[in-house]
């Protein structure tokens, strides 16, 4: 499968635990999104990369949240000292042009 | 920023009528507009865009059709079938959809037999 790929698939972590995940892109896509998704909710944008360059966070991604994208290749995304409200479905998507293509979601649940 | 309002939240029509799903955005400065389709449980996927340089696009049974003076943008589905059942979201983008993408709410279609 040559897609956008992400791990884990499901995480359930306790309030106040951090948590990590990653993203696989289509190889030489130069950019690379993340987002979340509420139940019932559209992806909401969090931030993105141009190759290794963090580009744009939005106003969401609070101090808590650090994403990284190191060699160009590969993200991850993490979310310290976790709150009920985190939980959500974070979804990566890559792109090398104007259209992006989309992982199938890690979903944290905070308990 | 950018905002983008999506209606109606669900629609249902009968298998072989049409579907029409309607956004208005905010910001003028929004140049390209996605179309993604979602089933339950499985990642967004594209299913049509169009550019402000163009007003109407279509592929087989999908059109859009952009109004930039008016800011708003609609998808169109003829001769609907069961498998076009799924949550459609619209979006808009002021880079070419280089930038991060501002989606709606989502339109839940359901096609009934």
């Known amino acids: 499968d040559t897609g956008v790929s992400q791990n884990p698939r499901h995480k359930i972590t306790k309030r106040g635990q951090n948590v990590t995940f990653r993203c696989d892109p289509i190889?030489?896509?130069?950019?690379l999104y993340w987002y979340r998704q509420t139940l019932g909710q559209g992806p909401e944008f969090l931030t993105y990369?141009?190759?290794?360059?963090?580009?744009?966070k939005s106003r969401l991604l609070s101090d808590r949240f650090s994403a990284e994208r190191p060699k160009g290749s590969f993200s991850t995304l993490e979310i310290q000292r976790t709150e009920q409200g985190d939980s959500a479905m974070y979804l990566c998507?890559?792109?090398?042009?104007?259209?992006?293509?989309f992982g199938p979601g890690t979903r944290l649940l905070v308990l | 920023g950018e905002n983008v309002e999506q209606h109606p939240s669900t629609l249902s029509v009968q298998e072989g009528d049409s579907a029409v799903i309607k956004c208005t955005y905010s910001?003028?400065?929004?140049?390209?507009f996605p179309w993604y389709k979602q089933e339950l449980g499985k990642r967004p996927q594209l299913i049509i865009d169009?550019?402000?340089?163009?007003g109407e696009k279509k592929d087989q049974r999908i059109a859009v059709t952009l109004n930039k003076t008016a800011k708003h943008f609609s998808l169109h589905i003829t001769e609907t079938q069961p498998e076009d059942s799924a949550v459609y979201f619209c979006a808009a983008s002021t880079r070419g959809g280089a930038d991060g993408l501002t989606f709606g709410k989502g339109t839940h279609l359901i096609i009934q037999p």
């Open positions: 998507a890559s792109s090398f042009e104007a259209t992006q293509y």
């Open positions: 169009i550019r402000s340089n163009v």
């Open positions: 190889s030489e896509h130069n950019r």
């Open positions: 910001d003028s400065a929004s140049n390209y």
């Open positions: 990369f141009q190759n290794e360059a963090q580009l744009e």
